[in-house]
């Protein structure tokens, strides 16, 4: 269990120095090469930091940043996984407000510690969706015009 | 004293309305995610068409005033900070709150924000032609070296790794470059639709600030609820105002690092309050607490970024020139009544521009009030059960950052950006530092193009970067601050060890 | 038999509640966005508020329009959004500036061109003027030209960008004289390029009028010369560059107005293109536009698209040689 972290480490320093190092080659590649000053000397700090942080990481030396524990992973992923297709597909998908009530139902439902069992606790999330919803209607279609993706049921 | 004589005209029955339906507007709208000053002002522009100039300048200022603090709640509250301004109090603010002292962060800054504010306006109406000077000194190769002194506070903002710390801002740094470049228009590291038009600012902060936040509640998962449950302390306001004044120099520098850079056209409001913030830090004798719900923290921010305000229109009202996306709203608002700011304003048209100006002043206080009010109220939010917490705070995100441009893309950059940075967060990496290189890349860049192309037209890149008193004052801060980076890292090996090191990793989560 | 097959489409269409873009006796049945590729405050995105200020009278169209920014690039990420993303079913407007994007389109590296547009009126006329501060020594834009010959590319002088009017009118001003002379594009746009000339950053500009005007009243700059046919109403006393001997017309004056994405039913910009005009002749809207010194120049959809094509020949000659 000691060495999660580390091998975290290594696989996030990992993948940083990675960027670091691709954007180093994309910027130093492309043209026109006069857009591209500021891009390379930003990315060749990046790279050279990056490398440093992950050689470090190999080394075991890395102070700062206690990674992921398996338990946080397992309760953060179900939310996670609803947040994302919200998100990235529903939103646009099925309807802006559509989506953000389910989704905003769904993770309470998910991670409110009332019990399932009851039907006063369902009552409740429902309220407090319904209340939620009606306060972003107010404030961003009625009061600030925002135009939100159409809607598949209304 | 010219302000005094108009003092009378604020408190007419129609124009102190105004002010504090601007007032209480502007904290509205402050406070709700996405919603920049900038972008609440210029929604309010179509109401002050019916109105008088006065009256349509009254408010105007007052929601201008209100809604810099206002982003202080959301800042606070749900750590999505309202505007670039704002990101400084979200370092401490939303720690505080989560220990359950909401009320006191809330009406710190309030209180902060009003004496910063007032301050900033006393700037105005007192030395406006000194000022004036000020604003235009600053020319592409002074704003360059200021650029790069806000990168090299970098290192040392709200990371316990230095090296970590400028990691992080070469990311932000990088961020800013993607889409197309400001001056030639060619395309960088386009490779996807939603980032053609490179990365907002105003949605990259939500993203940064309230998706880790959010996942962070969603791996307490359904448990633990009630291993956490948070007295909500109340907070007299006495004690508030004890607190801030005990905190003289917190206060100070921000008041005033706040107002000499806001003064700066185009960089100041956005890096004024991460600015001030670094600079007390730096100073404290409790430097160490900062990031840990320290008051000094909450202060040097808000009185920050209150007090640009008024410097920030000190070009406005006498050169005419907007020094910020704000000003250039508020220029706006005047033109349409067919008055044109100038060095003239204040002789053609005293009515207006001292009503404008000493509702900026009552604005201030009538903002703290209102703010005090709200603080008891809204520290409450503390108590609200994770589960409950994480879908308000991701469903404003969403909407939030949607509604800055209408656009999609934005929301997908700022879940990608929210979600990357919760993993950066576990490993050491820290969102202020990479907010800080998203904003001054721009700035840094567009400067030194150009800088280097009247250079090459004029003297050369070498004079004109590297001669002139500014320059060198510029450039002797910067090597000032590198150096104490360097020593801070130096020094902090020999104490610093990986349990020191998660112990503070710890507090700030 | 194709009108009844259309007509029985039309129902369904209808039915369904898909019928939105189709239901033109209605439109507009919500608010209107008009999206400007530039920031809030700056002249277009001022101007497009009070011309649209009447959206929701009766006599105009009787839905609010509402204003969303996409500012970046000079103006390249709006118009790039408005090509490739926007919705073309009336209810997503765009402002043109011209030759803006038109100049971008043909420089490259867009995904626009005056094709992907329909333009439904114009609103306003803002010309290029050449400005240089106060106390500087030039007065004439013969002193601007002698300078510049005299020091081969060494004239500095500031605009809003690359491929926008005003750098349009830079290299016109450039070829006319036959001069090299030093180009400074702001990222801060007119207001950052009126900037460095009044803090004397550089020795002259090119900016707009409206803005100009508003820089000289106030003391700050002097204006040498306007970058249009005609001289502007604005500034009688200011001569054109034609009349001071170079021949430069008016492909650098900003023109500003609503468009919709390709692709938008022909109803509907019929419909839009019989009001908007009558919406910024709206006498509350022209007075506004007056006190603010900004200059209006009302074109209907067929004058703007002869405008477009006209502009887009021009652009293609004086561009083809960078």
């Given at each position: 269990m000691t060495d999660l972290p580390r091998n975290q480490h290594i696989i996030a320093s990992g993948l940083i120095a990675g960027v670091g190092l691709s954007i180093a080659y994309i910027s130093f590649t492309q043209e026109p090469a006069a857009a591209f000053v500021f891009p390379r000397l930003i990315s060749s700090v990046f790279a050279v930091l990056a490398v440093w942080t992950f050689i470090k990481a190999m080394l075991g030396r890395t102070k700062v940043g206690n990674g992921i524990s398996a338990q946080a992973m397992r309760n953060m992923l179900p939310g996670l996984i609803v947040a994302i297709i919200y998100i990235y597909w529903a939103a646009k998908g099925v309807g802006f407000y559509t989506a953000t009530t389910v989704a905003f139902f769904v993770l309470l439902s998910l991670y409110d510690p009332a019990p399932h069992t009851q039907l006063k606790s369902w009552l409740k999330r429902i309220a407090i969706t319904a209340g939620f919803m009606a306060v972003m209607y107010g404030l961003f279609a009625q009061l600030l015009n925002v135009f939100t993706p159409r809607e598949i049921f209304f | 004293m010219e302000f005094l004589f108009y003092m009378g005209d604020v408190f007419t029955p129609i124009n102190f309305g105004l002010l504090l339906l601007g007032t209480i507007g502007g904290l509205i709208l402050g406070a709700t995610p996405g919603l920049s000053p900038t972008m609440a002002v210029a929604l309010l522009i179509p109401f002050t068409f019916q109105l008088e100039p006065q009256q349509g300048l009254i408010l105007l200022g007052a929601a201008y005033t209100s809604t810099v603090a206002g982003g202080a709640v959301s800042a606070i509250l749900l750590k999505i900070p309202g505007a670039p301004a704002n990101i400084a109090t979200t370092l401490d603010g939303h720690t505080m709150a989560t220990k359950g002292e909401g009320a006191k962060a809330l009406q710190l800054s309030f209180l902060a924000s009003a004496v910063g504010g007032l301050f900033g306006v006393f700037l105005l109406i007192f030395l406006t032609p000194v000022l004036a000077q000020w604003a235009l000194a600053f020319g592409p190769s002074h704003l360059f070296w200021l650029a790069i002194l806000g990168v090299t506070v970098i290192g040392t903002l709200d990371s316990s790794s230095v090296v970590k710390g400028l990691l992080s801002g070469c990311i932000g740094l990088w961020l800013a470059?993607?889409?197309?470049?400001?001056?030639?228009?060619a395309q960088r590291f386009i490779f996807h639709p939603a980032v053609s038009g490179g990365i907002n600012v105003i949605p990259a902060l939500i993203g940064l600030f309230a998706i880790p936040q959010v996942i962070t509640m969603f791996t307490k998962g359904r448990s633990s609820d009630d291993a956490e449950i948070i007295t909500v302390q109340r907070h007299p306001i006495r004690l508030a105002v004890l607190e801030v004044f005990r905190r003289k120099t917190a206060l100070a520098i921000g008041t005033i690092t706040g107002s000499i850079i806001g003064l700066i056209p185009g960089v100041g409001g956005q890096i004024a309050g991460l600015v001030a913030y670094d600079q007390s830090k730096k100073f404290s004798k409790e430097s160490e607490k900062f990031g840990t719900g320290h008051s000094e923290g909450v202060i040097a921010a808000e009185s920050a970024n209150n007090a640009m305000v008024g410097p920030s229109l000190v070009p406005l009202l006498t050169l005419s020139i907007p020094g910020s996306p704000t000003a250039a709203v508020l220029l706006g608002g005047l033109l349409i009544h067919g008055i044109f700011p100038g060095p003239d304003l204040f002789l053609n048209y005293p009515q207006v521009a001292w009503t404008f100006i000493d509702s900026m002043l009552i604005g201030q206080l009538l903002m703290c009030v209102f703010g005090l009010y709200i603080a008891g109220l809204a520290a409450s939010v503390a108590r609200v059960p994770h589960a409950v917490m994480a879908a308000i705070v991701l469903g404003l995100a969403v909407f939030g950052s949607y509604s800055v441009q209408n656009s999609m893309g934005d929301v997908y950059v700022m879940a990608t950006l929210g979600v990357a940075m919760y993993f950066l967060e576990r490993f050491g990496f820290s969102a202020a530092p990479l907010v800080l290189g998203l904003i001054l890349g721009p700035i840094a860049e567009a400067n030194f193009i150009q800088g280097s192309m009247i250079a090459n037209a004029t003297v050369g890149t070498g004079t004109y970067f590297f001669t002139g008193w500014l320059n060198w004052l510029l450039i002797a801060i910067v090597v000032a601050s590198i150096s104490y980076s360097v020593w801070m890292e130096i020094m902090s090996r020999r104490y610093t060890t990986k349990d020191d090191a998660v112990a503070k990793e710890e507090a700030l989560s | 038999m194709k009108t009844w097959i259309a007509g029985a489409a039309l129902a369904l269409a209808t039915l369904t509640g898909t019928a939105y873009a189709d239901g033109h006796g209605e439109y507009p049945e919500r608010p209107i966005m008009l999206m400007v590729s530039y920031g809030a405050g700056g002249a277009t995105d001022f101007q497009a508020r009070i011309v649209t200020m009447t959206a929701g009278n009766e006599d105009a169209l009787g839905m609010p329009i509402a204003i969303v920014n996409r500012p970046g690039a000079g103006g390249r990420v709006g118009w790039n959004w408005f090509a490739s993303e926007a919705e073309s079913d009336g209810y997503t407007l765009g402002a043109y500036n011209i030759p803006h994007f038109i100049a971008q389109s043909i420089e490259g590296g867009v995904s626009y061109s005056a094709e992907s547009f329909e333009p439904i009126a114009n609103w306003g006329a803002d010309p290029a003027v050449f400005v240089v501060g106060a106390d500087s020594d030039f007065n004439s834009m013969d002193d601007v030209v002698s300078y510049a010959k005299e020091n081969p590319g060494g004239l500095t002088f500031s605009g809003a960008g690359l491929f926008v009017g005003h750098h349009i009118a830079a290299l016109q001003l450039e070829k006319a004289a036959g001069v090299k002379m030093a180009y400074i594009p702001n990222n801060a746009g007119g207001a950052g390029a009126m900037r460095a000339v009044i803090a004397g950053e550089v020795l002259g500009g090119v900016n707009n009028l409206s803005d100009a005007f508003r820089a000289q009243a106030a003391g700050n700059v002097k204006i040498l010369g306007v970058f249009d046919l005609e001289r502007n109403a604005f500034l009688p006393d200011v001569p054109t560059l034609k009349e001071q001997g170079y021949d430069i017309d008016n492909a650098s004056v900003n023109f500003r107005g609503v468009m919709v994405p390709k692709g938008t039913p022909q109803p509907i910009i019929d419909k839009l293109a019989a009001t908007v005009p009558a919406m910024f002749e709206n006498k509350r809207v022209k007075s506004r536009m007056e006190a603010g010194g900004s200059p209006m120049h009302i074109m209907t959809r067929d004058e703007v698209l002869a405008m477009w094509a006209a502009r887009e020949e021009t652009l293609k000659e004086l561009l083809a040689g960078l």
């Open positions: - | 470059t993607i889409g197309f470049d400001d001056i030639m228009g | -």
